[in-house]
């Protein structure tokens, strides 16, 4: 494993933690039924498809990350791919999350296209690995 990806690796690692606080997060939310969280179910939904999307997608990059190193790929492409593998697991929970800040917010703002651009670096990223596998 080349020393950026282990670099990368790590760091994504590290985000487990935090990905781990925001579920703790989220049951103290129900638990002491804290309004705005609760009785506001865009909110509830929005908060949990974030945390959800978070915890997946970076164990989806971590096993990505195992192969990128075997694609036939220079130093350049291989950063792209790093960095588009990486951005989704940020942009996606964050467009989620952010969308819906407000207690009261009961429709997603505009900062929801974040989940979008995460989607299409997900979708870059896998695709550009998979055809350098081949």
């Known amino acids: 494993m080349s020393s950026a990806t282990q670099t ?6 590290i985000t487990v933690s935090t990905i781990a606080f925001g579920g703790l997060s989220l049951l103290m939310h ?3 039924r804290i309004p705005g969280y609760l009785d506001n179910p865009v909110r509830r939904a929005l908060w949990t498809a974030g945390h959800a999307h978070a915890g997946v997608l970076v ?4 096993v990505a990350l195992l ?5 036939d790929y220079g130093d350049g492409m291989r950063t792209l791919i790093r960095t588009l593998l990486v951005a989704a697991p940020i942009l996606m929970p964050i467009g989620f999350f ?3 800040v407000r207690p009261s917010d009961t429709r997603p703002n505009k900062l929801i296209w974040l989940v979008g651009v995460g989607g ?3 979708m870059a990223g896998t695709l550009l690995l998979g055809i350098g596998l081949l």
């Not at 990368?8 to 690692?13: D, F, H, P, R, S």
């Not at 192969?67 to 694609?71: H, K, N, Q, S, T």
């Open 30 to 32: 129900l638990v002491r």
């Open 98 to 100: 952010l969308s819906v």
């Open 67 to 71: 192969y990128l190193d075997g694609a």
């Open 8 to 13: 990368t690796a790590a760091i994504l690692l």
């Open 120 to 122: 299409v670096s997900l």
């Open 59 to 62: 164990l989806f990059a971590l």
